[in-house]
Nanobody, 121 residues
Framework: QVQLVESGGGLVQAGGSLTLSCAAS????????MRWYRQSLGKQRELVAT???????NYLDSVKGRFTISRDNAKNTVYLQMNSLKAEDTAVYYC???????????????WGKGTLVTVSS
């Protein structure tokens, strides 16, 4: 019942911007850290950014100063604003969140299906 759905990926020129969104839906009691990961062709999935329910954030060194993660707790939605995009940012971006479903007493990690970001140089 609980799912994460990403949107906002696409093709952009180097130096451009994109904003990704990820909405959690279903019978949700609480959403704890929300994260964005990415995976490039032939590489391992890497953690790009994390935001807690209180708004504390962490970033991968290579995106600091260019990407901004934010969330709307009322909408159970997390965003990733990506500026000054580079060819090496090309990847499938995945949303991940620890979610407590209604009537549950523990958090489960959920993943979205991913959205492709392609940066042309």
């Amino acid at each position: 019942q609980v799912q994460l759905v990403e949107s906002g990926g696409g093709l952009v020129q180097a130096g451009g911007s994109l904003t990704l969104s990820c909405a959690a839906s279903g019978s949700i009691s609480s959403v704890n850290p929300m994260r964005w990961y990415r995976q490039s062709l032939g590489k391992q999935r890497e953690l790009v950014a994390t935001i807690t329910s209180g708004g504390s954030t962490n970033y991968l060194d290579s995106v600091k100063g260019r990407f901004t993660i934010s969330r709307d707790n009322a909408k159970n939605t997390v965003y990733l604003q990506m500026n000054s995009l580079k060819a090496e940012d090309t990847a499938v971006y995945y949303c991940n969140a620890d979610i407590m479903a209604l009537f549950s007493h523990y958090y489960t990690s959920y993943w979205g299906k991913g959205t492709l970001v392609t940066v042309s140089s």
